[in-house]
T-cell receptor, first 117, second 111 residues
Framework: ETGVTQTPRHLVMGMTNKKSLKCEQH?????MYWYKQSAKKPLELMFV???????ENNSVPSRFSPECPNSSHLFLHLHTLQPEDSALYLC????????????????FGSGTRLTVV | DAKTTQPPSMDCAEGRAANLPCNHS???????VYWYRQIHSQGPQYIIH???NNETNEMASLIITEDRKSSTLILPHATLRDTAVYYC????????????FGEGTQLTVNP
């Protein structure tokens, strides 16, 4: 257990479904991130939140909608996904956005394995 | 942040030291070298980081060359559980700097 918990661990959804991924951290971190990892590809940064404000959206399609209600929770709402969106979705947190104090970098959750059928 | 180059794969015998190289020839003075690893279908795990000096912790040692253009991660006694993709990342410790992953090195520890 890393301190960052993601649920569910596995999710199968149809292209017309709406589902949400949840991430929770109790490390006292102020920044949270969503990454996507497709098969045989490097991790891709999707969204960055700092103190519950979205500070980065890396050209992610609108069918992915993040939400950060407080500094401990991060959601990724999914709707009308495509089969190519099947991937491992990883949440991470850090003390802050890279200033001194985050020298140990990011803490990752175990991910949600998403399959779109 | 500076780009890194790592071999795509390496093998190591169980119980032996695993030495994973990384080139970062364009590194600048305020950039740190980080190592993470990702065991299959899990999230990446922080291993170690350094700026100039060699570093050691309970997991590994990090050797950074004097010119800082390359580094080596050393797992002193590799076990089967060390089989993973190892990522070398160069990152500034300033506001707005993100953790960006490349392809990494797939280390396979063989019995």
């Amino acid at each position: 257990e890393t301190g960052v918990t993601q649920t569910p661990r596995h999710l199968v959804m149809g292209m017309t479904n709406k589902k949400s991924l949840k991430c929770e951290q109790h490390l006292g971190h102020n920044a949270m991130y969503w990454y996507k990892q497709s098969a045989k590809k490097p991790l891709e940064l999707m969204f960055v939140y700092s103190l519950e404000e979205r500070v980065e959206n890396n050209s992610v399609p609108s069918r992915f909608s993040p939400e950060c209600p407080n500094s401990s929770h991060l959601f990724l709402h999914l709707h009308t996904l495509q089969p190519e969106d099947s991937a491992l979705y990883l949440c991470a947190s850090s003390q802050d956005l890279g200033r001194q104090g985050s020298l140990r970098g990011y803490t990752f959750g175990s991910g949600t394995r998403l399959t779109v059928v | 942040d500076a780009k890194t180059t790592q071999p795509p794969s390496m093998d190591c015998a169980e119980g032996r030291a695993a030495n994973l190289p990384c080139n970062h020839s364009t590194i600048s003075g305020n950039e740190y070298v980080y190592w993470y690893r990702q065991i299959h279908s899990q999230g990446p795990q922080y291993i170690i980081h350094g700026l100039k000096n060699n570093e050691t912790n309970e997991m590994a040692s990090l050797i950074i060359t004097e010119d800082r253009k390359s580094s080596t991660l050393i797992l002193p006694h590799a076990t089967l559980r060390d089989t993973a993709v190892y990522y070398c990342i160069v990152r500034r410790e300033t506001s707005g700097s993100r953790l960006t992953f490349g392809e990494g090195t797939q280390l396979t520890v063989n019995p």
